[in-house]
């Protein structure tokens, strides 16, 4: 999933927006979504234990900042965007079109969620 989100998220900004760096912007895309979707599990495993979730910045920080280096490693190193673009560039266009709706979808999912439940979490703790 996270090759095919890389793959679109560079092409997008090399083919359409003609930016000189596109392979940083899909790293740390790929990377905060990342954060979100761990941090929701989090937030959910702490609320079903029952525990009260501490965390800071500099917690957080590190976190995207490891994911950034794996994922820099994942695709820019292992697996660069020729690999990628050879996997997926022939793919037609109803695919594609249907692709990139859930591609949109995952994004707000991803971060709605994390907000909700940061949210609501926060809610809990300053309430203790």
């Known amino acids: 999933m996270f090759d095919y ?5 560079y092409s997008t900004y090399k083919n359409k927006w003609n930016d000189s760096i ?9 990377s905060i979504l ?19 979730l501490i965390t800071n910045k500099i917690f957080g920080a590190l976190l995207v900042l490891v994911l950034i280096g794996i994922n820099y490693y994942r695709f820019c190193i292992r697996s660069n965007y020729g690999l990628l673009e050879n996997k997926w560039s022939d793919e037609n ?4 079109t ?8 995952y994004i707000v999912l991803s971060v ?4 909700l439940f940061a949210n609501y979490l926060g809610s809990i703790n300053r309430g203790l």
């Open 5 to 9: 989100l890389c793959y679109r998220i």
């Open 22 to 30: 596109p392979g940083v912007y899909a790293v740390c895309l790929i």
């Open 34 to 52: 990342q954060f979100f979707n761990l941090s929701c599990i989090l937030f959910i495993g702490f609320y079903i234990t029952d525990r009260r």
């Open 93 to 96: 266009k109803l695919r594609r």
């Open 98 to 105: 249907r692709n990139g709706i859930l591609i949109v979808m």
């Open 112 to 115: 709605l969620l994390f907000l």
